[in-house]
């Protein structure tokens, strides 16, 4: 299927299109003459805008939504996209009888939506009845939304000058052909001496900035890729290196990622550099969805690292799973939830496959499990982790997810990974070392972001160290590209959308 967008305002056919793929996810955008024609037309007259969405083609039917203009331009323009896109959504439902779970969301963090309500003045109660009028998404994730931020509500927040710590190890030993992520595979090894050096370089000077710029560590997540995919002398120097970011820090990750890459060694250095909380994560039980999926190891390899881990004393491992993969369906999902049960992580997160276009999945036209079967399956993961005594405590969305859904991380009380709450709320300062790592630098709450990226590719990483390093000291020193979020006042009917977060 193809479309077309049409309307006075193409700064916001970006966004009006992805409105389009909640209903039709495969549909291709085309300038002129798609099978399905959105028309936008407006009217404005003294305060108020009249915005009506108008279906031609394959589908037809219309939709009009009232607003009021805003002196603010910043908050102007993001109020009128908002109109335009309910709209569509709204003539979209109407005409194909559909309704998505995350109704017209598009955004990768719903909970900041909550939190926005919540400045201004509501419970968090009244704060998500809003988001679910507003967004009309689906009473079961308007009561996901709810859980997920009580569970962060009862988590001690980050102070303006509380930063996370990122490592990115940006290799693996294979490539899952569902991956997307900044990743190179370790092939004959080469690269990652140089790579090491120039981590422990950037490293060094993150130690000088946090403490000349008097920043408290709250959290160290080292993560990948898969840093246990580094011979162990190497994952040595990169721990010995953050010694210094690590021996304060209120929480030390180590996503020591897929079993066959874990060692006993390797583990013995990850607990002896203090790690308080690892991931081992096997995506599925089943040996033949692994294979599919282009992961070189086993069943019994997860248990077995489970096993070991547990024996050197790690009391606190997540692990990932995979609803949506190729071949599988409920039944088998439901397995791989009973063995996870069986292995009782601390901490569970459960992610919907999403196809994203640079993966092999993608490419070769790789068959999924339908909607309804992903939504059964994600639906019985929250069951299934309510059951273990784990509680929601962070969710994100992607574009091009199985069933327009969601990712969740389950953990018991006292279990929840501060850094992934403070990262996708953006309510603390990270600062991302390594190739494709993505600085930010957070003020007032969240009202004002700084970013600075780490180039993507390893190599240009190595080359560039130097870059890299002046780019945090400009960060911390108040310049970098950076958005603002005001706030909408308290008697706005509406709320103020977040950058893509609507």
């Not at 899952?176 to 090491?196: A, E, H, K, N």
């Not at 088998?332 to 009782?344: H, K, N, P, R, Y």
Request: proline share 6%.
């Amino acid at each position: 299927m193809t479309f077309a967008v049409k309307g006075p305002f193409p700064g916001f056919f970006k966004e009006l299109a992805d409105v389009v793929r909640i209903f039709f996810p495969e549909a291709r955008e085309v300038p002129e003459g798609g099978g399905l024609e959105v028309v936008i037309t407006e009217s404005v007259r003294g305060r108020t805008r009249l915005s009506e969405a108008r279906l031609q083609g394959l589908l037809s039917g219309s939709h009009s939504l009232e607003g009021e203009t805003h002196p603010d331009p910043l908050v102007e323009k993001r109020l009128h996209k908002r109109q335009q896109k309910l709209a569509v959504y709204f003539a979209l439902k109407e005409a194909t009888g559909m309704s998505p779970p995350w109704g017209s969301l598009t955004g990768i963090r719903p909970a900041r939506l909550v939190y926005a309500e919540m400045e201004n003045g509501l419970s968090l109660d009244a704060a998500a009845r809003r988001v679910r009028e507003t967004f009309d998404l689906s009473p079961e994730k308007a009561a996901l939304l709810l859980d997920v931020v009580s569970t962060q509500q009862a988590v001690k927040q980050p102070e303006e000058r509380d930063a996370g710590i990122y490592i990115g190890i940006p290799f693996c030993e294979t490539r899952c052909r569902y991956c997307s992520f900044i990743s190179c595979q370790v092939g004959d090894g080469r690269i990652l001496p140089g790579y090491v050096r120039a981590l422990v370089r950037e490293m060094a000077a993150v130690i000088r900035l946090v403490k000349d710029h008097g920043l408290r560590v709250r959290s160290v997540y080292v993560g990948g890729g898969t840093p246990t995919a580094l011979p162990q002398d190497l994952l040595d120097d990169v721990l010995v290196a953050a010694d210094p970011l690590i021996r304060n820090a209120g929480e030390v990750t180590v996503e020591a990622g897929r079993p066959d890459s874990i060692t006993g060694e390797k583990l013995r250095i990850i607990a002896d550099h203090g790690a308080t909380r690892i991931s081992i994560n096997p995506q599925t039980m089943h040996d033949q969805t692994l294979q599919l999926i282009g992961r070189a190891h086993t069943r019994t390899q997860t248990e077995a690292a489970y096993q070991l881990a547990r024996s050197l004393g790690f009391g606190h491992i997540n692990m990932d799973l995979i609803a949506g993969l190729p071949g599988e369906d409920l039944v088998m999902f439901e397995q791989t939830l009973v063995w996870a049960q069986s292995i009782a992580p601390e901490s569970l997160t459960v992610h919907t496959l999403s196809l994203k276009r640079a993966s092999d999945m993608y490419r070769f036209g790789e068959q999924i499990p339908r909607e309804k079967d992903v939504d059964a399956m994600v639906r019985l993961a929250r069951e299934t982790a309510r059951d273990m005594g784990l509680n929601p405590y962070y969710l994100y969305r992607q574009k091009h997810m199985a069933g327009n859904l969601e990712n969740v991380g389950y953990a018991k009380p006292g279990h929840e990974c501060l850094y992934n709450m403070d990262m996708m709320e953006d309510t603390g300062s990270v600062l991302a070392l390594g190739a494709g790592g993505i600085s930010k630098r957070v003020y007032e709450n969240g009202a004002r972001i700084l970013r600075a990226p780490n180039v993507k590719d390893p190599q240009h990483y190595i080359s560039r160290i130097e870059e890299m390093i002046g780019r945090k000291e400009a960060l911390l020193n108040g310049q970098g590209k950076g958005i603002r979020r005001p706030s909408s006042p308290s008697d706005q009917p509406d709320i103020l959308a977040l950058e893509g977060e609507d």
